[in-house]
């Protein structure tokens, strides 16, 4: 049996909002616990350069997130690395399970467990997972010095992994479905200006080519949305940046969602549909999903739960 531990105020999850949340939270004396999970410091760990974070013209994901940590640390956050596998939120304090055995039972909960990327689903894309095909071009473009790669999305994270690629890729094709990108407008100017890429509109991809011995990517067959027809592209690496889904499997039957996944929070506020629990960032904004407006819905969080916890007091 592991240890049971018990807080006013129990973060889960440490991007930035889970991080901001405790800022705030340590700030007033809540003492809180914040179990950072599988990925310490979140999505943004995954990235380059960040230059819409206020205040730096251009920070390197990474190390905002390493100084983040250190901002909640110092302000008196216990930093747990952990992993919730199941939460009980049917009564107070609620009850977390950590992998490691612990126990955490809590007055107040802030949810922050942001979201993950997701897949096409296609049979092929699943067999070469890791052996050409990849979620993060930050991790793995640098195997594709000298190749030739494909990009699959339209939005602000395909176009940021395609313009990223072009630093190792001899060419990125962009297989984008429909004939405009959902990406900012500066983005979409950076990626046509690039004489590097390609982009297919209206395509979808149909399979990923590869071999066994050894195991990798040859090609991929993309298909016209509207005539059905086969466009052959070779590349070593395929890059599947579709976007995200929100990290909301513990809480699933517990409170009430939106489309999508997305954990409901009465507009404008972060209160859940279970009184003391707290929901921020990605995990329940299917719109702006920015590193500053999940910090500041983390900031929110914490207002939110010391003033839960002050009127539940014992
Ligand atoms: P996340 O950053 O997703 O963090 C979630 C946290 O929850 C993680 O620490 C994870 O370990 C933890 N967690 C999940 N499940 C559990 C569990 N069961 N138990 C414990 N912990 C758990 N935004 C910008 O503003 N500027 C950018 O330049 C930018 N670039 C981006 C580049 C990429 C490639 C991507 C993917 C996103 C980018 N974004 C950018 C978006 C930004 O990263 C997100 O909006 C932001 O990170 C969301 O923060 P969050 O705190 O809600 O969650
Ligand atoms: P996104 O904005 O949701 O875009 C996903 C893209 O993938 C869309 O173009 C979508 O096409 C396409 N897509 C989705 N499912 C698909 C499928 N099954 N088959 C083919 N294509 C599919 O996701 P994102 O680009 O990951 O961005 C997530 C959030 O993070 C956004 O809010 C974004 O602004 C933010 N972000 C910001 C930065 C930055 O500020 N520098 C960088 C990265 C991410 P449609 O367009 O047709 O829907």
């Known amino acids: ?10 973060i889960i999850g440490s991007g930035p909002a889970g991080y901001t949340a405790a800022v705030y939270a ?26 819409n974070w206020p205040g730096d013209s251009m920070v390197m994901g990474p190390d905002l997130m390493v100084r983040m940590e250190e901002h909640a640390r110092a302000m008196g956050t216990e930093i747990v690395s952990d992993h919730v596998m199941a939460l009980d939120l049917a009564q107070r304090p609620f009850r977390a399970s950590g992998d490691s055995g612990t126990t955490y039972t809590a007055d107040a909960l802030i949810l922050a467990t942001g979201a993950q990327a997701r ?8 067999a070469f997972q890791g052996f050409g095909v990849s979620a993060c071009a930050t991790c793995d473009g640098f195997f594709y010095r ?3 790669v494909v990009v699959v999305g339209g939005g602000n994270t395909a176009v940021e992994e395609a313009l990223f690629l072009t630093n190792f890729a001899t060419k990125v094709t962009l297989i984008h479905r ?10 979409q100017e950076r990626l046509f200006a690039n004489p590097k890429i390609e982009v297919l509109w209206n395509h979808v991809l149909d399979q990923v080519v590869g071999e066994d011995d050894p195991k990798g990517v040859t090609g991929v067959k993309a298909r016209h949305v509207e005539t059905g027809a086969i466009t052959e592209i070779p590349c070593a690496g395929v890059f599947i940046a579709i976007g995200h889904d929100p990290a909301s499997a513990l809480v699933k039957d517990q409170l009430k969602m939106r489309e999508g996944g997305y954990v409901w929070v009465e507009p404008g506020t972060t209160r859940t549909s ?7 960032g990605d995990l329940t904004d299917d719109h702006y999903r920015q ?8 900031c929110m969080a914490a207002l939110d739960a010391e003033k839960f ?6």
């Open 119 to 126: 897949w096409l689903g296609l049979p092929s894309e699943t």
């Open 1 to 10: 049996m592991g240890e049971t531990r018990h807080s006013k105020v129990l």
């Open 26 to 51: 340590a700030r007033a004396m809540l003492q809180p616990v914040l179990v950072q999970g599988i990925q310490p410091g979140g999505q943004l760990t995954i990235t380059t350069e960040v230059e």
């Open 309 to 314: 916890v002050a009127e539940h007091a014992a």
């Open 291 to 298: 590193a500053v407006t999940s910090a500041g819905m983390g």
């Open 146 to 148: 000298g190749r030739e």
């Open 178 to 187: 429909r004939d405009s990108l959902r990406a900012e407008k500066i983005m």
């Open 274 to 280: 279970v009184p003391g629990v707290f929901a921020a």
